[in-house]
């Protein structure tokens, strides 16, 4: 007889009542994280456990009733997991199983359920959480990181958040000769964090640097504690129509951005600042509305602009499944205060797009796309205080000349020529030009 399972509290003998009959366990995987650790049990259907925690040594103990090994779990963490030394396995009172996860300190560990979907049967999860993870009350973001300035003039760079879409357990779309979306686009994420580091006045910071999961919410929260002045999420779009393709670029929708404003509303007293380090924990009900509605506004417009020009770029890595900016919900999209967008490379259900997404040279296509673009809004609107700031740049492009670039920047021909050690009025397309500080 089937009946719902509940969730479970750690250190309590709480029954989790689930499917009759034997389970079968056909698997373990483990997913390393920074900051937390995922166990994940491939189990045949949803089954009677309990979970607690004991010390002296530190470990979690599942006991799952009426359970089967279809081969032994016992293997050793994966290195560099700073949460997990060891799984072992045993029998218990005849046909029960009893499974062992050795920990290097005490933990706060999570479990659920999950159902079968197109890559993976019935799961058992458990997510092995520093001690004081669930207790706390949310932050809106975590500690920031140092940001590099020079020493000489205190200009920071600017600091530029990449998110590989999925991870770990969640491949995201898979194409139809198996690619998984959470590979190619850590490959592209990878591709382009090293051009962005080798940009001068630029920083990458990875949001996901390595096959684990990590929540969305997470993922926005990384992106504020390292006061990213831009995030760029990459992903690699699916459709049930193989024939449909093209890339894409998407800023967040206004109902997003309305649900989201609400969200904040509501937990502004829980946290510490939510808008660049603004706190709205002191602030009437009205105030805060205002605030959170003009951050709003300014970072959908940015958001817009960065889009646009990663969009304009992209042209030339191949076919735009639309031609213009898109707008969505998506959760990856809702900093209030960080300009944010989301890259769909290709329709990895396409099979000529999937094969194209595992070429390597069209990863570093679609990364030097994604950079120009980006190099391009961050060259037209940098930032006040950054290095790119007191050293804007541009590039030819068809059709401009000098003159027209002093024009737009509000400098003289002669500064433009003296910056650049220009001999003549001459210039090419795809010249880089700098535009001098005082301007």
Do not use: C
Not at 224 to 243: E, P, T, W
Not at 280 to 288: C, P, V
Not at 400 to 414: F, G, H, M, N, P
């Amino acid at each position: 007889m089937r009946r719902r399972l509940t969730a479970l509290l750690v250190g309590f003998w709480i029954p989790l009542v689930g499917w009759a009959g034997d389970t079968e366990i056909n698997g373990v995987r483990v997913w390393p994280a920074p900051d937390h650790t995922r166990v994940v049990f491939d189990i045949s259907s949803p089954a009677e456990y309990r979970l607690f925690s004991l010390a002296n040594p530190d470990r979690v103990v599942i006991d799952i009733d009426a359970a089967r090994l279809i081969k032994p779990l016992d293997q050793s963490a994966s290195p560099g997991d700073s949460m997990l030394k060891h799984i072992r396995s045993a029998t218990r009172n005849g046909n029960n199983l009893r499974i062992v996860l050795d920990v290097t300190d005490k933990t706060h560990p999570k479990t659920f359920l999950l159902p079968p979907n197109q890559t993976y049967g019935h799961r058992l999860v458990v997510d092995l959480l520093p001690q004081g993870a669930g207790s706390a009350k949310p932050a809106a973001a975590p500690p920031a990181t140092t940001v590099k300035t020079t020493p000489a003039n205190s200009l920071r760079e600017v600091v530029i958040a990449i998110d590989a879409g999925h991870g770990g357990d969640d491949p995201g779309a898979l194409g139809r000769h198996g690619t998984a979306e959470k590979d190619v686009v850590l490959a592209i994420a990878r591709e382009l964090e090293q051009l962005i580091r080798a940009e001068r006045g630029m920083r990458p910071v990875m949001i996901r640097d390595g096959d684990y999961y990590s929540s969305l919410r997470k993922r926005t929260d990384k992106a504020r504690g390292n006061k990213a002045d831009l995030m760029v999420s990459i992903h690699a779009d699916a459709f049930k129509d193989v024939r449909v393709d093209g890339a894409s670029v998407f800023i967040l929708s206004e109902r997003g951005a309305t649900s989201e404003a609400a969200r904040m509303l509501a937990a502004k007293e829980n946290a510490a600042d939510l808008l660049g380090g603004v706190s709205l924990e002191d602030k009437d009900d009205l105030l805060a509305s205002v605030l959170v509605d003009l951050s709003q506004v300014a970072t959908i417009e940015a958001s817009y602009t960065a889009a646009n020009e990663v969009l304009r770029s992209m042209r030339s890595v191949g076919k735009l499944h639309k031609p213009q900016v898109e707008r969505a919900g998506f959760v990856v999209l809702k900093s209030p205060d960080v300009p944010s967008i989301l890259v769909e490379t290709a329709f990895i259900s396409n099979p000529n797009e999937e094969r194209r997404l595992k070429d390597r040279d069209y990863q570093r296509k679609m990364a030097q796309a994604i950079h120009q673009g980006v190099r391009s809004y961050f060259n037209k609107n940098p930032p006040p205080g950054t290095l790119l700031a007191s050293t804007r740049q541009h590039i030819i492009a068809q059709g401009e000349s000098l003159a027209a670039i002093a024009q737009r920047y509000r400098v003289s021909v002669d500064q433009l020529r003296l910056a650049n050690n220009l001999t003549s009025d001459h210039v090419r397309v795809g010249q880089r030009l700098l535009i001098p500080s005082d301007s």
